[in-house]
């Protein structure tokens, strides 16, 4: 168990809706960050919050948006849902010391019908 | 941007040691090589982390040439469940995007 929890596990919804994916990171740990990982496919980083505030953002489209609230639990809101944001979106967390690793949570599985 | 490549795939038996190679030229002074494990549908878990020569934990070893452009994932003893995609990370573990940019992973079969 790597202390990170994601809900929910799973999430079934149809094209044009909006979605709200939480992440609760391990304690003690301000970074949060979010990927997406389309079927067969690699792990494509999405946005990087540390204590609240956005750090580093990778490929996330203009309709999917996070943040981080003062609890540390984080948010990833994907509005205007297409088939191909089907995919598993995993939350890690890390703390920001040297040598220190993601640790990921089991993900929450989005189909979009 | 240090960039890593990794075999697509590899086969294994049983009961045999792993071992899979990571490139990364580009590597740079404060990047560390760190090392992690996907099962189907689980997030990935961290393995393993090194800076040079050799590191050794309870799941596997990381061997780090004193160039770093490489790095050897060992894994003793390979059985069924050990059946994942691995994936080598380098980055500055301080901070920064790098870290966070993983690449097509090796996926690891092992015949009984």
């Known amino acids: 168990d790597s202390g990170v929890t994601q809900t929910p596990k799973h999430l079934i919804t149809a094209t044009g809706q909006r979605v709200t994916l939480r992440c609760s990171p391990r304690s003690g740990d301000l970074s949060v960050y979010w990927y997406q990982q389309s079927l067969d496919q690699g792990l494509q980083f999405l946005i990087q919050?540390?204590?609240?505030?956005?750090?580093a953002k990778g490929n996330i489209l203009e309709r999917f948006s996070a943040q981080q609230f003062p609890d540390l639990h984080s948010e990833l809101n994907l509005s205007s849902l297409e088939l191909g944001d089907s995919a598993l979106y995993f939350c890690?967390?890390?703390?920001?010391?040297?040598?220190?690793?993601?640790?990921f949570g089991n993900g929450t599985r989005l189909t979009v019908t | 941007l240090a960039k890593t490549t990794q075999p697509i795939s590899m086969d294994s038996y049983e009961g045999q040691e792993v071992n899979i190679t990571c490139s990364h030229n580009?590597?740079?002074?404060?990047?560390?090589i760190t090392w992690y494990q996907q099962f189907p549908s689980q997030g990935p878990r961290f393995i393993i982390q090194g800076y040079k020569t050799k590191v050794t934990n309870e799941v596997a070893s990381l061997f780090i040439p004193a160039d770093r452009k490489s790095s050897t994932l060992s894994l003793p003893r390979f059985s069924l469940s050990d059946t994942a995609v691995y994936y080598c990370?380098?980055?500055?573990?301080?901070?920064?995007?790098?870290?966070?940019?993983f690449g097509a992973g090796t996926r690891l079969a092992v015949h009984p």
């Open positions: 919050y540390y204590n609240g505030e956005e750090r």
């Open positions: 890690a967390s890390s703390v920001e010391l040297p040598n220190s690793p993601l640790h």
């Open positions: 580009n590597i740079a002074t404060n990047d560390y």
């Open positions: 990370l380098v980055g500055d573990p301080g901070g920064g995007y790098n870290k966070l940019i």
